[in-house]
């Protein structure tokens, strides 16, 4: 452990990352927390912002700063800087030729999430259970092998395509025309250069987290994401609607399954394969009658599983996160409070295809008032003095409760005190979950 203040870097400007600053900000231990994007006025609030330019290109700069400002710990929260290797880019500090900690897998490790062919191989040689899939480059030759199916396989692009890689069609006509866009018509440019075609699953879908050091793991309680746009799990495929933690879904006997079967033996995977991993193993699985079985894994907080997961946090979380980084999770301390977490998203207008900024929010003081309520910057930023919308996932506004109705009544409360033009949410955020946490 670091002796004396630690100064951090925060990657990424998203709900996920207000969360993470706002939860490293009460850490005592905690000197200066710096940030990569303070457009995000929550964020800006929390952190002193990095003044060089931030890109790949130009890593070498927030390598030297990371340096010239003493940086101890840098936590990387998006998939993308994670796939093109900036954990292992920032971890050496060239002024003293020492590691700093990176919160984050590196390069190699960040292809589980974004290479899905890579994903499944690696799946393939530990024996984790997933659907049965094949890979492909060549659209004639998909097909080929569709037709000898009995019924459309999913159809995924191999690459990080911004979570719109994924086709799951209905007819063996829309899977051929999906092959062929993807494939032949370059939709998902180099992202799609190779497909996954795969079984479908069915069953109920549900997440389980991990932080890992390399060596243990520690499982996160499991919250329920929702991924379809309206109520009722109607409308489009989007990040995520809203989430509920702790999440019933997935009962102790499958959390301890899902451990042994498949985090387990992935962890022992990429040991093998020596390749450095510390931070987040997600695996976004299928309960079907056959068991648990893994449809993707990520290599990050999801968002918003984030927001109700540190809204709850209530050790410290720099330890959490320092401990991750270092090999050391065994023996920090990481508790999560019993009161349960709702976190419902406000999307704008035309989100998830093509979502409108620069509507003008009100409403943010009166809805962080109300008792247990945080709410989490997403897609905002501040013009003339107010603040707007700027992206599709606006706000993820998170409450806590004694129970998941208090929570969920105390979130919706305050959704309805925050108004924008096109204002999108869903109604349907936990509800009947009776589950106390
Ligand atoms: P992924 O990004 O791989 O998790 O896929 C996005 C979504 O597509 C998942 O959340 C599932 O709802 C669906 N999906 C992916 N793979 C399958 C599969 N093999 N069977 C059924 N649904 C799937
Ligand atoms: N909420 C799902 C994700 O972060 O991928």
């Not at 870097?9 to 231990?29: D, T």
């Not at 007819?171 to 939709?187: C, F, H, P, Y």
């Not at 008032?369 to 013009?383: D, F, L």
């Not at 992206?391 to 929570?407: H, I, K, N, Y």
């Amino acid at each position: 452990m670091i002796d004396g203040p630690i100064n951090v870097l925060l990657i990424g400007g998203g709900g996920r990352e207000h969360a993470l600053a706002l939860a490293i900000s009460k850490s005592p231990k905690l000197g200066t927390l710096h940030a990569t994007h303070t457009g995000n006025p929550g964020i800006a609030k929390l952190a002193k912002a990095v003044d060089v330019p931030v890109s790949h290109e130009e890593l070498y700069r927030l390598a030297q700063y990371c340096d010239k400002h003493e940086i101890h710990l840098v936590v990387i929260g998006p998939e993308d800087p994670l796939a093109q290797g900036w954990a292992d880019a920032l971890r050496t500090n060239k002024n003293t030729g020492k590691d700093r900690l990176v919160f984050g897998p590196s390069l190699k490790g960040a292809m589980l999430e974004a290479d899905k062919a890579y994903a499944k191989q690696v799946m393939r040689g530990a024996s984790i259970p997933t659907a049965e899939g094949k890979t492909f480059k060549d659209a004639g030759f998909a097909i080929e092998y569709l037709r000898t199916r009995d019924e459309p396989y999913v159809v995924k692009a191999t690459g990080l395509a911004k979570g719109k890689g994924v086709i799951v069609p209905e007819t063996m006509e829309d899977a051929e025309a999906a092959i062929k866009s993807i494939l032949r018509d370059g939709a998902f440019g180099e992202a799609g250069k190779e497909i996954l075609l795969e079984e479908r699953l069915k069953g109920t879908e549900v997440s389980v987290l991990a932080l890992t050091d390399g060596s243990s793991l520690y499982v996160l309680p499991a919250c329920q994401d929702h991924k379809r746009l309206m109520d009722g799990d109607k409308g489009p495929n989007t990040g995520g609607m809203g989430v509920f933690c702790p999440s019933g879904t997935i009962d102790e006997t499958t959390m301890r399954e899902v451990e042994r079967e498949v985090l387990v033996p992935l962890l022992d995977a990429l040991r093998r394969d020596e390749i450095e991993f510390h931070g987040v193993l997600y695996a976004g699985l299928m309960l079907t009658p056959g068991g648990a079985k893994v449809l993707e894994f990520n290599v990050r907080f999801g968002d918003p599983e984030c927001q109700p997961l540190m809204a709850r946090l209530e050790s410290d979380a720099l330890d959490m996160l320092c401990a991750t980084a270092d090999g050391s999770l065994e023996d920090v301390d990481i508790r999560f409070s019993d009161q349960a977490a709702v976190c419902v998203v406000l999307a704008s207008e035309g989100y998830p295809d093509n979502p409108r900024t620069g509507d003008v929010i009100s409403g943010l003081k009166a809805a962080e008032e109300v008792e247990g309520v945080t709410v989490y910057h997403a897609g905002t930023k501040v013009v003339n003095g107010k603040v707007v919308t700027n992206g599709g996932r606006v706000l993820g506004v998170t409450a806590l409760g004694d129970t998941m109705e208090q929570a969920r009544e105390r979130a919706y409360r305050a959704c309805d005190l925050i108004e924008f033009e096109g204002k999108q949410l869903r109604r349907d955020i936990a509800l009947g979950v009776t589950a106390n946490a």
